[in-house]
T-cell receptor, first 110, second 113 residues
Framework: DVKVTQSSRYLVKRTGEKVFLECVQDMDHENMFWYRQDPGLGLRLIYFSYDVKMKEKGDIPEGYSVSREKKERFSLILESASTNQTSMYLC?????????FGPGTRLLVL | DQQVKQNSPSLSVQEGRISILNCDYT??????FLWYKKYPAEGPTFLISISSIKDKNEDGRFTVFLNKSAKHLSLHIVPSQPGDSAVYFCAAFVNSNTGKLIFGQGTTLQVKP
């Protein structure tokens, strides 16, 4: 059973703060993804990583960066949080022809 | 440019009836499609998939139909149950080697008892 965990379920941050969202998977999958989900917009890809220290921009990378120092861990970084980054953030891994998602982090930026 | 579209934001059906969720795509190169289900405050979970070599795939109460010429797929749930109430996303593989998917906007299904 694939397990994808995210460090926080809910987070409240101030504008301008640096925010770290952590994702850990236990299935030794090479490919990991970060999305944000907003009503009416579906899931939009921010970044993905296909190997340790390898990353590729998704559709909406502006204002975000990522880090993949170990295979099981993929971090999303908001360099300077803004109110338009208030959203649900979802991490996923890829294996067996599908993506497996974590429970999500609901981030509120005030 | 939205390459995968779910044009109905919401759908309400009575328990026991059929639910039909629709999805359209624009890129004829897409050849593998998935449906995910998402409850509030949880991550999406994989529901069912279909390859372009098929036009139908069934799994219990869930059936996905693919019409390649119309670039359209639909998810049928029969019979619908209150526990099916959730947001449903369709998705297409952009690259099956990397697992990169493109998602539709989602349809919120409400099944009334």
């Amino acid at each position: 059973d694939v397990k994808v965990t995210q460090s926080s379920r809910y987070l409240v941050k101030r504008t301008g703060e640096k925010v770290f969202l952590e994702c850990v998977q236990d299935m030794d999958h090479e490919n990991m993804f970060w999305y944000r989900q907003d009503p009416g917009l579906g899931l939009r890809l921010i970044y993905f990583s296909y190997d340790v220290k390898m990353k590729e921009k998704g559709d909406i990378p502006e204002g975000y960066s990522v880090s993949r120092e170990k295979k099981e861990r993929f971090s999303l970084i908001l360099e300077s949080a803004s109110t338009n980054q208030t959203s649900m953030y979802l991490c996923a891994t890829y294996g067996l022809e599908t993506q497996y998602f974590g429970p999500g982090t609901r981030l509120l930026v005030l | 440019d939205q390459q995968v579209k779910q044009n109905s934001p919401s759908l309400s059906v009575q328990e026991g009836r059929i639910s039909i969720l629709n999805c359209d795509y624009t890129n004829s190169m897409f050849d593998y499609f998935l449906w995910y289900k998402k409850y509030p405050a949880e991550g999406p979970t994989f529901l069912i998939s279909i390859s372009s070599i098929k036009d139908k795939n069934e799994d219990g109460r869930f059936t996905v139909f693919l019409n390649k010429s119309a670039k359209h797929l639909s998810l049928h749930i029969v019979p619908s149950q209150p526990g099916d109430s959730a947001v449903y996303f369709c998705a297409a593989f952009v690259n099956s080697n990397t697992g990169k998917l493109i998602f539709g906007q989602g349809t919120t299904l409400q099944v009334k008892p």
